[in-house]
């Protein structure tokens, strides 16, 4: 059975790759848009209507769709829009503790499994010259930092799956894809 994740994150495929899985990458290229309000049930929706997107193209492969937002005090912080908007959520994410939300769908022609993982996070309380460091430097990821890059030292500790802030939920991604006979 062909197996396709529906992302071109880089580290989503580094961490697929690692973890031994054999995939083809396909984007999928959907309005990310939703007047959905709650954090688990935006990155489900997400996860599940790029997951469908590509499934129709590939109807006899399993395809992996997935999602990740930050929230903080209420508030989703989504990728940055640009330097501008990088130094605003940097800002705010300071000395903070927030949720990042990932959610995941796995389609095939014999099943759909979708579900989500949450984590928290506790940032360092940065200088003004460290924080400086951080603007704009991740403008492709939600909440604009990276916690797998070693240079950063904004990320203080994590509670939950480590994999759930990077993009995909390594413990329940792997329960789940054992029902699809699929084995990490």
Known sequence: MNIILASASPRRIELLKKWGLKFDICPSSIDERTKLKRPSSIVKYLSYQKAKSIKEKYPESIVIGSDTIVVLNGEILGKPKNKKDSER????????????????????????????????????????EELKKLFGKH??????????????????????DYYTVVGLPYIKLKKELKKFKIFL
């Open 89 to 128: 959520i940097i800002r705010e994410l300071n000395g903070s503790l927030h949720r990042v939300y990932t959610g995941v769908s796995i389609l095939s022609d014999k099943k759909e499994i979708i579900f989500y993982d949450v984590a928290k996070v506790k940032m360092q309380k940065l200088s003004e």
């Open 139 to 160: 403008m492709d990821k939600a909440g604009s930092y990276a916690v797998q890059d070693k240079d950063d030292c904004f990320v203080k500790k994590i509670y939950g």
